[in-house]
């Protein structure tokens, strides 16, 4: 009796073993993978959009800052159920890129804040909280100095998008279509 139940435990452990090594070889130990973004795949995509004549033709400057309030300086996030990590040269130029283009199909032209920039008003989005499957961004409008507007917009990845790049990309265009299409938002850059 003891040898079969030696032999049995022998063998459960020369199958974990192996079990082991072929999760190790082949990846699918929930390491994960690296998904690198690029700005350049994303197309805005704002056909649904109502009523663009009221922003067509307005110059915005944009900024995009990082969690701690300054550019650049926020380069990746994670999706810890599976263990992705999402990355990017900067963030900030990732979404900045992405929002400019967004904006310039509405009709806006967009110009980056900073010296010798024309006088217009400023938004600036500041990413609250940042995953694979939900953003959160402040979004504010300041004219001469002063806000304008503030608001937080939420938007959530699309299940039905496997591709992780491209639902990142339709994230942001959901963001920016909620931003355009806020009547208040519009207002504050009249």
Not at 47 to 65: D, F, H, P, Q, Y
Not at 80 to 93: F, K
Not at 113 to 127: Q, S
């Amino acid at each position: 009796m003891e040898r079969k139940t030696r032999a049995r435990l022998t063998g459960a452990l020369g199958l974990s073993a192996l079990i082991c090594v072929c999760c190790a070889l082949t990846g699918c130990g929930g390491k994960g993978r690296t998904i690198r973004l690029d700005d350049a795949l994303c197309r805005p995509a704002i056909s649904n959009m109502k009523n663009l004549s009221g922003i067509a033709g307005k110059t915005v400057r944009l900024e995009v800052l990082n969690r701690a309030g300054d550019p650049g300086a926020l380069l990746g996030y994670e999706d810890p159920a599976r263990g992705d990590t999402y990355v990017s040269s900067g963030l900030s130029g990732y979404f900045w890129n992405i929002f400019e283009k967004t904006m310039a199909e509405a009709g806006l032209v967009v110009v980056a804040d900073g010296p010798g920039a024309p006088p217009a008003p400023l938004v600036r989005a500041i990413p609250l909280d940042v995953g694979a499957w939900a953003w959160s961004f402040k979004v504010e409008a300041r004219k001469g100095g002063t806000a304008v507007f503030k608001k937080t917009f939420r938007v959530s990845g699309d299940a039905q998008i496997a591709s992780p790049e491209k639902r990142a990309c339709a994230m942001a265009n959901a963001l920016m279509v909620q931003v355009l299409s806020d009547p208040s938002f519009r207002k504050a850059l009249e």
